[in-house]
């Protein structure tokens, strides 16, 4: 007997929205699992409230629905272990594999898999040993948090010894990491998809991140594919995932990471004409045939909460006066400064670019005014 739902969601934020709405439009039923109440997701489809780390709530959506995704990297691997054998689901009800997760969320991990695939990335080595970390990766040096960091938080630079000290209070406890410092020149995404026919890749994005919130995406002219697909097999990945790089002065690329889902770097593929990163996760997880990733250059503004802010249809309005910008709002109840609330894709004419930096400041200045 098949399930109530075709597609459960593991989180219910913009991501599970977005990939929802692309499910809905082919028909399918979808479930999400999320903490919160009146969220992107739990507005548009039937939801379960419940903590991402609850192998109770989790086994809840095995056992309603077919097939299941997740929208963040966060979720313990060992919930969903747990949450396998409580179900009685196979592990292959889930797309990413749990396997691909695991090494994923550990950012040490993530790195050691890169090291031993002969995949570029910079070296890392844990923190648990200051003095072995600093002699082996020197300085500057990056210092990361192995688990749960986001919008880079949990991110520092140390630039000398005194400098690692002087964060002690946050690696000192365990669980961090210290990796080359890559003076990178610019940052490039791309988004790959794997099944048991397909590997394949979305076009290769220049992002900009300002205060460590990813800000613009646009088409970088570069071809990262080869690296960002070999790094996701690296992980042993299938499914869609999204690859972040640094691209140095050579023109050589190093990955950054990987995150085993839809991502911020492929929104812009929502109004490019082609195939969405949401449709391409829908399809992947269904088992069913992908599209092929080819569409129009489009650029991608993130719209970030700010301080001020009022009703948002009025900076909808502000930006689509461009009749090539195109708004996306996540319906989140609460706008915090620096929140992502939405994003404007910005195609067709010239000047993408900068019609998408225009686009987002008449948004904000009507939002706010
Ligand atoms: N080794 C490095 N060398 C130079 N800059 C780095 C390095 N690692 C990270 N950064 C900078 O810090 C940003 C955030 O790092 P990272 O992507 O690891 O963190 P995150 O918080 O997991 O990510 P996100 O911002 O994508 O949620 C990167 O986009 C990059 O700008
Ligand atoms: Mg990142």
Redesign the pocket.
């Known amino acids: 007997m098949a399930q109530r739902y075709d597609i459960g969601f593991l989180g219910g934020g913009q991501l599970a929205r977005m990939s929802i709405q692309a499910a809905q439009r082919m028909g399918l039923q979808c479930l999400s699992l999320d903490p919160g109440s009146d969220t992107p997701a739990s507005q548009i489809a039937d939801a379960i409230q419940g903590a991402l780390n609850d192998p109770e709530r989790i086994a809840e959506v095995f056992r309603q629905s077919n097939r299941v995704t997740l929208e963040n990297e966060f979720i313990p691997a060992d919930a969903i272990q747990e949450a396998f054998e409580m179900a009685g689901v196979g592990e292959d009800i889930l797309l990413p594999g749990v396997g691909a997760l695991s090494t994923i969320q550990d ?1 040490l991990l993530q790195r050691q898999a890169m090291e031993a695939a002969g995949v570029p990335s ?1 070296r890392a080595i844990t923190l648990d040993d200051p003095a072995k970390a600093a002699q082996t990766i020197g300085f500057p040096m ?1 210092i ?1 948090a192995r688990f749960g ?7 520092r ?1 140390a630039k000398t010894a005194e400098e690692l000290e002087s964060f002690r209070d946050l690696w000192g406890r365990g669980g961090w990491l210290a ?6 020149k610019r ?1 490039l995404a791309a988004m790959v998809f794997i099944d048991e026919h397909n590997r394949g890749c979305f076009p290769t994005m220049e ?1 900009v ?1 300002t205060n ?3 800000d613009l995406v646009f088409p970088s002219g570069a071809d990262a594919s080869e690296v960002a697909i070999a790094a996701v097999e690296a992980v042993g990945g299938k499914g869609l995932f999204g690859v ?1 790089l ?1 691209e140095l002065d050579s023109g050589e690329v190093l990955i ?2 990987l ?1 085993p889902r839809p991502h ?1 770097t492929g929104h812009y593929t929502l109004d490019w004409g082609g195939v969405s990163q949401f449709d391409q996760h829908v399809r992947l997880v269904m088992q069913w045939p992908l599209g092929s990733p080819e569409g129009q250059e489009t650029c991608m503004a993130n719209l970030l909460g700010q301080v001020g802010a009022k009703d948002f249809r009025d900076g909808a309005k502000a930006a689509i006066e461009d009749p090539g910008c195109h708004v996306h709002w996540y319906g989140k109840v609460e706008s915090k400064p620096g929140r992502k609330m939405g994003h404007l894709n910005v195609m067709g004419g010239d000047n993408i670019v900068e019609r998408a930096r225009l686009a987002r400041d008449r948004f904000y200045s009507a939002w706010t005014r």
């Open positions: 950012k910079p990056v990361k960091g986001y919008d880079g938080k949990g991110t630079y990796e080359r410092f890559v003076p990178f940052e992002t991140q460590h919130v990813c972040e640094f950054n990471e995150a911020n």
